[in-house]
């Protein structure tokens, strides 16, 4: 399913969806926009961070964002097919069978070897086309690029080559949302020192890029010529130890439905093992959201229901859930429980709801699946 079949600016009509923000998105573009005070690349992987990648992307650029990045060839064709012509790159792999395409469609590739210049080049060529290239240093997040020895002669490569351009010279940062890490610190000074000797070699790129939202925040001396805004571009911390600028606001809002409330009596149990069993009369709700939607079958889970926390009860189903509502007796089948964000004075974050579910932020947005509509207010 694309992200196009997502979606939906109607009211809801479905047991659970999540709200998006656009204007939120395009004021947290604009903030960083003002701080960086270099180009910022809005990166679109997982359809956005499970946001909707077209919606967000149109927003970034409204806020100032030049570039958008993604992480796969058809992310990238997909927004190039829905009329998306500002500077995209492909972070990660390109398919062979895909080259050609991803040439025509002006979509910047990142390379590390050899082998993959040569067939970018060859497809570039049967094209008629230039492919411009982004050449990334593998300064230690040891996942992709070359190591960074080897970097000016790859370089020299690429300009050597008929058929394609060296765009921008780039690379990751492994710990940057830890300031305490100093890993960061050697990743920029190794990735200065390939910068320099490309410079010396006279093979420096019109682009240098490293920051990702972390470093963006907290490492100025490594924004370069270009920060790559990725979770901080939805308002969310990239961890704990990186928090937010107030100015920056979360974009998406996750409901479902309250579909029952009844009073149960003391000894029931609920839902699958009956690993919750009531101890005294309980009023309890069921909402209509699961793990099939990507809410985590996970203890300790909280849910918003009359501006009330209510505790999750029972095993998470599939398609639905139970909540003690002893504290919200208010509570009415066809109440609105939000499970990420703000209802009255209440408010779960999704770094809030990650902690519960032991992950990161980035798995809570990415995991809501496609079955949940999105909505842009």
């Known amino acids: 399913m694309t992200s196009s079949s997502r979606e939906t ?33 809005a990166v679109l992987k997982a359809d956005g961070y499970g946001h909707g990648a077209m919606p967000v992307a149109m927003a970034a650029l409204r806020g100032g964002a030049t570039w958008c990045g993604v992480a796969r060839s058809e992310e990238a064709l997909d927004l190039r097919r829905r009329g998306l012509d500002c500077p995209i790159l492909l972070l990660g792999w390109s398919p062979n069978g895909m080259l050609a395409e991803l040439v025509a469609s002006s979509v910047s590739l990142t390379v590390w070897s050899a082998a993959q210049l040569d067939e970018i080049a060859a497809a570039a060529r049967t094209l008629g086309r230039t492919a411009k290239l982004h050449l990334k240093v593998d300064t230690g997040m040891t996942r992709l690029g070359v190591e960074p020895q080897e970097a000016v002669g790859l370089a020299r490569r690429i300009q050597e080559a008929e058929g394609v351009e060296l765009e921008a010279v780039f690379t990751h940062f492994a710990c940057a949302d830890d300031p305490a890490c100093g890993v960061t610190a050697s990743q920029e000074a190794s990735f200065r020192q390939v910068v320099s000797a490309l410079s010396a070699a006279g093979l420096r790129p019109g682009l240098i890029h490293a920051a990702n939202s972390a470093a963006t925040l907290l490492r100025p001396t490594a924004r370069f010529d270009l920060v790559r805004l990725g979770i901080a571009l939805f308002g969310i911390e990239p961890s704990p130890s990186c928090p937010l600028p107030p100015e920056l606001k979360p974009a998406l809002t996750w409901k479902a439905v309250l579909t029952q409330v009844k009073v149960v009596p003391p000894g029931r149990g609920v839902s699958y093992g009956h690993h919750y069993t009531t101890t005294r009369e309980e009023r309890l709700g069921t909402v209509a959201v699961g793990y099939g939607d990507g809410y ?51 408010r779960l974050r999704t770094e809030d709801v990650a902690a519960i579910w032991g992950t990161l932020s980035y798995e809570v947005v990415c995991g809501i699946t496609d079955r949940v509509p999105r909505r842009y207010v």
């Open 296 to 346: 985590r079958r996970t203890d300790g889970n909280i849910v918003l229901v009359g501006g009330r926390r209510a505790p999750v009860v029972g095993r998470v189903c599939m398609d639905q859930l139970l909540v003690q509502l002893d504290g919200v007796p208010d509570a009415r089948m066809g109440d609105e429980a939000v499970l990420i964000g703000t209802q009255g004075q209440e």
């Open 9 to 41: 600016v109607a009211p809801p009509r479905t047991a659970t969806w999540a709200d998006v923000d656009l204007a939120c998105i395009t004021a947290n573009t604009r903030h960083i926009v003002a701080v960086a005070a270099v180009p910022v690349m």
